[in-house]
């Protein structure tokens, strides 16, 4: 069986065809038209490619950056604003004629990582990508739980918890919101909590990079945000008790976090007892175009 996965992102579109095995056979990157029929047209080209090459046709699932509200069907919430509002998944299926699959990219990556990937043959998979923004995804059994809203695994427009006096009302998020925990625990927060303080550094591997040097600046504010993270994945652990977390995105290659989180995660999961895995992710930057395969 040939899966197709396609991860359409704000500047790029990948395709990736996975054997039945999850051996790569084709991967092509194409950059993003940002218009909708065009988008369409592109996704179509890359399917009709790869199954030429390949000399086989194959299932195609896709993984956007926003849903597809399961009560108007349109795509909603994506930040490649031209596909808002449009049945994604029926004018592709029209396009290519056979149903296509779409989830949420941090969905896909979650799935990515339970079916062969760091969370492989666990039942119930966090899956968290902390770049320039946060987000999350959850797979129970290798599957995307997307919930009846379309919305699941959605935890970085909740508030941080047990926030303290000086976070109360101190972000703002894109969302509408205050104090969201992406404004905390994103690569943009931790950048923006150490500029605050006096330091100045481009992304978050720079200021644990300085941490590891001795700074004293750099080494406070890699353990507010060290604290910061246990509390919102606390707050999982609190109502899902997923068996293992897998961390993805940038921030993700901070090696200082998974060494120092488990001794704090403790500290804010009722009963005081933690043992829930948080690992690194497996496939990187591939992990969401695999999933994105996966969904069939």
Known sequence: MLRMGVDLGGT??????????????????????????ATLAAIESLVVEAETTLGMTGTVGVGIPGVISPFSGLVKNANSTWINGHPLDV???????????VANDANCFAVSEAVDGAAAGKGMVF?????TGCGAGLAINGKVHGGSNGIGGEWGHNPLPWMTADEFNSTQCFCGNQ???????????????????????PSGIEIAQRMAQGEPLATAAFNRYIDRLARAL????????????VLGGGVSNIDAIYPLLPDV?????LGGECRTPVVQNMYGGSSGVRGAAWLW
């Open 234 to 245: 606390a707050h999982v652990i609190n109502v899902l008790d997923p068996d293992v977390i």
């Open 12 to 37: 790029k579109i990948e395709l990736v065809a996975l054997n039945e095995d999850g051996h790569e056979l084709f991967r092509k990157r194409i950059p993003t038209p940002r218009e909708y029929q």
């Open 265 to 269: 995660l403790p500290k804010y999961v």
């Open 91 to 101: 004018d592709l299926g029209n396009r290519l004629n056979r149903e296509v699959r």
């Open 179 to 201: 104090d969201c925990i992406e404004t905390f625990i994103s690569g943009t927060g931790f950048v923006r909590d150490y500029k605050a303080a006096g330091g100045d550094a």
């Open 127 to 131: 899956g968290v990508i902390i770049g």
